[in-house]
């Protein structure tokens, strides 16, 4: 695979570039900089400014309001992103719903569903993960019992990202008891505001309710709100997943921690040299930056595989593995570069509109709540030790 930029394509990443010095608010690139919380606000107002240079959703095709990016113009528009500190697209109906509906849902579903992802008119979350199926996602128990024209859904889902802002939800249920496990589940879209639903916020170590229990008791769901067929939702859950483990990879962000991570370790330190002249710290940097190099040609791989119409397979797993280490390891490096200016947790200072003074540098307050916060990244998207099976049995 040719690694080098084409003149086309670095006039593409110019383009970002000048897009984002004339566009991104300067304010959300500081909070994103500086590690302070998001508001809901904060990413429809950057949806919005993205949707209309007709760049949130800039790898879906052109059919369905997308630009047909490839995969390189892909890779550098996120790295564009990052590097300028702007706020990350929210995943779960550009990147996720998003593509399954494009694949697998009725022409009457993509045209009513995919114009309201881009235009802000919906904010979806993601219905897998039950409190005893998780990884072991087939053991799901959320039921839907088919009643006229309507499903009536009963059950419960956890750790449903930023589910306190979604109007919508995309759920996987269990509509048959009969066979293996995963011939049973299929694909539904809820609509939040449906009586029988409620939700409940997880606060997080960092602080955060980032994270909430979906509860489900008899809901009510139209037919038509079903993706594919019956029961063949397992089929249109793993194609998801593979997309959805591919992007927690995370390379873009990767990247920017990395040259943050530089960044302080190149700083002056009271009475003593800056870090990075630590032959011992200056080695773990290097490791991680090498880790860093090779997953980023393998993602690049991964893509131009999946922008030829190849889904992404066991690749997925790998880089999911690879990706959450990298990052995880970034994150342990630069508490240590701050110091101990990273031993307050004070969620408080991060909030919008908080007059908390946190003692030390700006960049300090955010490195314990990033470090605690990307804990998640081992678990989901189906744990590390899952993804090592996966590969194992598709490998070996």
Not at 315 to 343: C, F, H, N, W
Request: hydrophobic residues 40%; contains cysteine; negative net charge.
């Amino acid at each position: 695979m040719d690694l080098s930029y084409s003149d086309e394509q670095m006039r593409f990443r110019d383009d970002v570039r000048d897009f984002l010095a004339e566009r991104l608010p300067a304010r959300l690139s500081d909070k994103v900089r500086l590690g302070r919380r998001l508001t809901k606000a904060d990413h429809e107002e950057w949806h919005a400014i993205l949707n209309e240079r007709g760049w949130l959703a800039g790898a879906w095709p052109e059919r369905f309001g997308g630009q047909d990016w490839d995969a390189v113009r892909r890779h550098l528009f996120e790295e564009e992103l990052t590097r300028a500190a702007a706020p990350r697209i929210v995943p779960f109906g550009v990147a996720m719903l998003g593509p399954v509906l494009q694949r697998f849902g009725s022409e009457e579903q993509q045209a009513h569903w995919l114009p309201r992802i881009l235009d802000g008119s919906d904010w979806w979350c993601q219905g897998y993960s039950e409190p005893g199926a998780g990884s072991d996602l087939a053991s799901l128990r959320t039921s839907a019992v088919r009643d006229g024209d309507h499903y009536v859904v009963d059950g419960q889902k956890t750790w449903t990202t930023l589910g306190q802002h979604a109007n919508m939800i995309f759920c996987l249920v269990r509509t048959a008891t009969e066979g293996k496990p995963q011939e049973g589940i299929s694909f539904l879209l809820i609509d939040m505001s449906t009586p029988g639903i409620e939700v409940r916020p997880i606060v997080l170590i960092d602080g955060e309710p980032e994270v909430n229990e979906v509860f489900f008791s008899d809901v009510r769901v139209p037919r038509a709100n079903l993706v594919g067929e019956e029961n063949e939702g397992w089929t249109y859950a793993k194609y998801l997943l593979t997309h959805e483990r591919t992007n927690i990879a995370g390379v873009s962000f990767a990247t920017a921690g990395l040259a943050n991570l530089k960044r302080i370790a190149r700083l002056e330190r009271s009475g003593g040299r800056p870090l990075i002249e630590n032959p011992h710290f200056a080695a773990r940097i290097a490791r991680v930056e090498i880790e860093l190099m090779a997953m980023t040609t393998t993602n690049l791989r991964v893509v131009s595989g999946a922008a030829a119409g190849q889904a992404p397979g066991v690749e997925s797993s790998m880089l999911k593995i690879k990706g959450s280490v990298i990052r995880q390891e970034i994150d342990a490096l630069t508490r240590s570069a701050v110091g101990p200016y990273a031993m307050p947790l004070v969620p408080e200072a991060l909030e919008e509109g908080s007059n908390v003074e946190t003692v030390g540098p700006d960049y300090a307050a955010a490195a314990t709540p990033g470090y605690l916060n990307n804990r998640k990244l081992s678990i989901y998207g189906g744990s590390n030790e899952i993804q090592r099976s996966i590969i194992a049995k598709s490998l070996l």
